[in-house]
């Protein structure tokens, strides 16, 4: 499985979207545009509980619902707080989500690859020199 390839959302996701702010609680969608059509979720946050509710039919013929807590600790920077998911299986913090069998879950419940590392060496090589001289 390339981790590359799957559907996934970033925390940095919801605070685009606007999903983010203080004691309230907002409600959205998050779509995915493929060649053979689009995919919806519904998504509720709730910062008063601290909880992300995704809502989403899955193949046409189960509908899945389930919460994501969310997370916060002081930056390293020593201003304000960086938000991270708590993945529903391992409970291990986590930026982004990837959907794997149905559930959007952190990269620690799946076998995966990222595509850089099913490169040849020899492609490596040369992607490594292109590169360099058309992104200096």
Sequence with gaps: MVIDDL???TFFDLK???LLKDNC???????WSY???KSTIGIRVNRINN???LNYVLNQEKEICYDINLSYYPSNLGIGEVGYFLCPITKKKCRTL???D???VSRYCFKGIYECQTYSKQYRQIKKMFDAVFYT
């Design 102 to 104: 149905g559930y959007f």
């Design 16 to 18: 685009r979207l606007g």
């Design 25 to 31: 609680i907002i409600v959205n969608e998050l779509s």
């Design 98 to 100: 990837y959907f794997v």
């Design 7 to 9: 559907r996934k959302f």
């Design 51 to 53: 909880k992300v509710t």
């Design 35 to 37: 060649y053979w059509g």
